[in-house]
């Protein structure tokens, strides 16, 4: 039994969700390949063939996978992927947006966002916000399955000597081009990566007081920014700091939630931190039922003093 898996990188290197991705596979059992669609992509493809446990690295070298378009990608992943027991892909926006098309493509139904392997065609996922775990078996002879990165504790990205094996097809649909993108620059951790995440909500008042509370103990902890849809909604922050069932899942070593009530969705986003401190001057709030630590008080006085502490 292979698994293939699909990398997620940016031409150079490697995102640190498809180490979570390799785990998941391992825990399935079996040979893992993984699968870098990409141009230029050779780097990522080295970096690929250094993760602990993976045995082959298919690399699809082409114009066709330059900005991983999700029309071409899910014709070549379907191609490739049609030899394996099981396609796995990061639960990311790329993932969502190429891996449903692969299911289609071979006729099987995908299992979404799974947290944990029970054995090769069981496995559990989140239900209702994150309020049940519904535990799937699939009889279909591809399992297609995305992985929700918290529910697996990354392998190593080194430790592997992996064969790198060319792919020669080109499959480019014609149904999509690439226009253009814009990439938001920012000095703090990624969100969905970061060990420390700082998130502020409605209670911030404004995008002001984002710049001038939060900021100086996001910079402090040298942590990442996030905000609760309440906050994006209000225009306070950009809607890519979004944490939440709509947003980014995140499970960071420390979570601080400054002025976040903790309606049900936020709370699916990021239940699963290692140790949750909350802000709040609701001693009623609902985010006190899965913070460890519960400051209960005027964020506006706290935030600055704790910064001033640290």
Do not use: W
Not at 258 to 268: K, R
């Amino acid at each position: 039994m292979a698994i293939l898996v699909y990398a997620e990188h940016d031409n150079v290197s490697l995102k640190s969700a498809t180490l979570n991705v390799v785990a998941a596979a391992q825990a399935i059992g079996g040979d893992v390949h993984v699968l870098v669609a990409g141009q230029g992509a050779q780097a990522a493809a080295d970096a690929a063939a250094k993760i602990a446990g993976v045995s082959k690295v298919l690399l699809a070298d082409n114009a066709a996978y330059a900005h991983q378009l999700a029309e071409n990608v899910s014709l070549l992943v379907a191609n490739v992927g049609k030899g394996y027991s099981h396609i796995l892909a990061a639960a990311t926006s790329n993932g969502k947006n190429f891996l449903p098309r692969v299911a289609a493509l071979l006729d099987v139904s995908q299992i979404s966002e799974i947290t944990k392997v029970i054995s090769a065609d069981t496995f559990e996922r989140p239900i209702y916000a994150g309020n049940a775990i519904a535990t799937v078996q699939s009889s279909d002879s591809v399992k297609v399955i995305s992985v929700r990165g918290t529910g697996f504790d990354p392998v190593a990205a080194t430790g592997g000597s992996a064969a790198i094996e060319a792919v020669a097809e080109a499959d480019n649909a014609g149904k999509s081009t690439f226009v253009s993108e814009a990439l938001a620059k920012s000095e703090r951790p990624e969100l969905s990566a970061a060990r420390i995440v700082v998130s502020g909500g409605r209670g911030m008042g404004n995008g002001e007081n984002f710049d001038t509370v939060l900021v100086p103990l996001v910079d402090k902890l040298g942590a990442a920014m996030g905000a609760s849809r309440a906050a994006v909604d209000a225009g306070f922050v950009p809607n890519d700091l979004q944490v939440g069932q709509t947003g980014k899942i995140v499970a960071p070593d420390l979570y601080v939630a400054v002025g976040i009530s903790g309606a049900i969705q936020h709370l699916a986003g990021m239940k699963d931190s290692k140790v949750i401190v909350a802000i709040n001057k609701d001693e009623d709030a609902p985010i006190g039922a899965v913070a460890d630590y519960f400051l209960v008080g005027d964020l506006f006085q706290i935030v600055p003093e704790l910064t001033s502490k640290l």
